[in-house]
């Protein structure tokens, strides 16, 4: 409810700015996905992408107007993109990975958070607790952080379970618990009533500072590679006078206050252009978890 209160009194002082309406002119499409948006409901996400649409648009001073587009996934991704119905999207990786070999994008910016433009996920357990290693965690409880930051933790998890010669964490573990609030997911672990957490670092270190016994009663059992979790991309033939004009603002957002409102929106602190290399070792994962599916899958 507060991050509803906050979002329409920060969308009500970019319609002041802009003189008490939008301009007009074409419109700038901005798809955004489910999986990119688990924490909050579809009306604020499509509010906050509004909110982003507009600040660019006032921040670029181009003649547009910002159109927001929920996707469900994958399918409807390379619909929309096919048929031009999205100028730009923001989605989560595991969905970048399963299409840009279908449609191109381009560019594509990674978000910046904690100064980093990629997220680590770990494993956390209760010192005094019976789960010591990850093959521990047969038929015990897991809570997850569920956030687009860390939409790619269980994926990774899976695949570590597998080199361990392991079960998917679906049949692995007992019960697996998505919390959207970080506190429900870290503290029943740390008060014993959950046997372990799966959060990304920068969150785990958040928690530590607000609350120090955490770091003293909790371990981390595993933690992974830096990985790059959320994208904001263009449609590659995405044509517009103001394209270029569009494309610097974004990468120049954090330095306005208003720009930077607008990021805090989506927990990030800015964006930055990255070519398809910089996404290598997400896009190894992705795929290796699709292998690592299918062969489930035949067994």
Request: contains cysteine; proline residues 4%; hydrophobic residues 45%.
């Amino acid at each position: 409810m507060r991050y509803s209160i906050w979002m329409a009194a920060l969308f009500c002082a970019v319609f002041a700015f802009s003189g008490g309406g939008e301009a007009s002119g074409e419109p700038f499409r901005i798809g955004l996905t489910k999986a990119a948006f688990t924490m909050i409901s579809t009306d604020d996400a499509s509010a906050a992408v509004k909110f982003l649409g507009v600040t660019i648009i006032k921040e670029g001073s181009v003649p547009l107007v910002a159109v927001p587009i929920v996707l469900g996934g994958v399918e409807d991704i390379l619909s929309t993109m096919r048929s031009k119905q999205v100028d730009a999207i923001i989605l989560s990786t595991p969905e970048f990975g399963r299409t840009h070999h279908l449609v191109p994008f381009s560019p594509i910016f990674a978000t910046r958070n904690a100064n980093l433009l990629t997220e680590s996920f770990v494993v956390v357990a209760h010192r005094k607790g019976p789960v010591k290693s990850i093959a521990d965690l047969r038929n015990r409880t897991l809570y997850v952080h569920d956030m687009g930051r860390n939409c790619l933790s269980r994926m990774w998890l899976d695949t570590v379970l597998d080199q361990k010669k392991l079960p998917l964490s679906s049949s692995f573990l007992a019960r697996v618990k998505m919390e959207t609030k970080l506190s429900k997911a870290v503290l029943p672990v740390f008060f014993r009533q959950g046997d372990a957490c799966l959060v990304t670092r920068d969150s785990f270190n958040t928690m530590v500072e607000l609350n120090p016994q955490l770091g003293e009663d909790l371990t981390i059992l595993a933690e992974s590679p830096g990985m790059v979790p959320l994208l904001f991309v263009f449609r590659a033939d995405f044509k517009s006078t103001y394209r270029d004009i569009i494309v610097k603002t974004f990468e120049e957002l954090h330095q306005t206050v208003t720009g930077q409102q607008a990021l805090t929106l989506f927990s990030i602190e800015a964006m930055e252009i990255i070519d398809l290399a910089f996404l290598k070792p997400t896009i190894e994962l992705i795929a290796s978890y699709d292998r690592l599916l299918k062969r489930t899958q035949r067994r």
